[in-house]
């Protein structure tokens, strides 16, 4: 995946006077809400835009060309605390797309994707006991918003140019019961060893072509004879998640950190999610946020660039296989991202 970063530093230079008093407000302001909030409930978002434009007109020789870029994250939680019982909600966006200028008469034109996933988490705990130990139920869902087709265009740029992916094609959901270790607010620390997860296709075309994890069977020379729209797995799962704020509040650090190990397929092969979050703020409810991610399933394939030109030309065809200098396998993915966002506690 593409790090999009944008010139932002001056506006961090400009506003960092105001943003110690800034964090306090915003302290303050969290503060006085969770007080007045009688139902159990804290609820809240942010909302950041990822955008930025070039444009030329008879450009001197080596000056560039023309770009336009769009997107941005969105973060939403609804939290409930009573009691022996926690259950805390959680969903976001990550959209990024953009469109380049032609620099040369063969060069398709349109919008690309940078970056789509859409995330939506769920835990219910109840404690046992002691304030530290909670037994607990754990739901991630992963997808993705835009149709993107196999040119990672978001339209066709030709007859044969195909939907490769879209919205529940595919999705991941996992399942697990488990125990929940919490020693302090700012750290959690889950483990279940009996979690199912699922693979779902939604769309016939695109589970045919066997890529995104799904149960598939190849003959001799690598076509797909026969497939499935999901896949199935139960194994072990460990979820550890830190948040904590630093100088007087204007430091914000989210990690969190899951990994699965399929007990019916290759255990040793375990599956990461690793996410950071940093956010400085700017003044009351704009922060600078940049974040960092790395993403391993051994059962999804991901582009690979072989020949080290920074452009992923692969083409995967119905059958499952693929032609272009570039191929597609197993591997990990990098994501990362720089811009403003504008949060919101309600």
Known sequence: ?????????????????????????????????????????MKGGGMGLDMAGMGFVNPKVGAGGNRFGLGGLATFFANYKAGK???????????????????SPTQKTGFQKNLDIV???????????????????????QTLLLKTYASNYLSPIDANDKVVAKF???????????????PNPHLSLFYSPCGLQSIYVADDSIAARGIHGNEVTRNDEG??????????????????????????????????????SNYLDHPENVDVLFTNNLSLVIFKGLSLDLLGEYFYDNDVLVQKDVNGDGIYEIKVNSDGT?????RIGRGGQLTGAFLLKFSKIF
């Open 1 to 41: 995946m593409k790090v999009f970063a944008y010139p932002l530093l001056l506006i961090l230079f400009v506003s960092y006077n105001m943003s110690a008093q800034a964090g306090d407000d915003r302290l303050k302001e969290i503060n006085a809400m969770a007080k007045k909030d009688t139902s159990g409930w």
């Open 85 to 103: 019982v926690f259950w805390n909600n959680g969903f976001s966006l990550q959209l990024s797309t953009q469109r380049l200028g032609k620099s």
């Open 119 to 141: 995330r939506l988490t769920s835990r219910y705990g109840y404690k046992l006991g002691s304030d530290k130990w909670f037994i607990a139920a754990d739901v991630f869902a």
């Open 168 to 182: 529940l094609s595919p999705v991941q959901i996992t399942f697990s019961p488990g125990i929940d270790y919490k």
């Open 223 to 260: 076509r797909i004879t026969a497939y499935k729209k999901s896949f199935f797995g139960v194994g072990s799962e460990f979820k550890a998640a830190y948040n904590n704020k630093y100088y007087k509040d204007r430091l914000s650090v989210t990690t969190g950190l899951r990994l699965f």
């Open 322 to 326: 693929t032609t272009g200098p570039d």
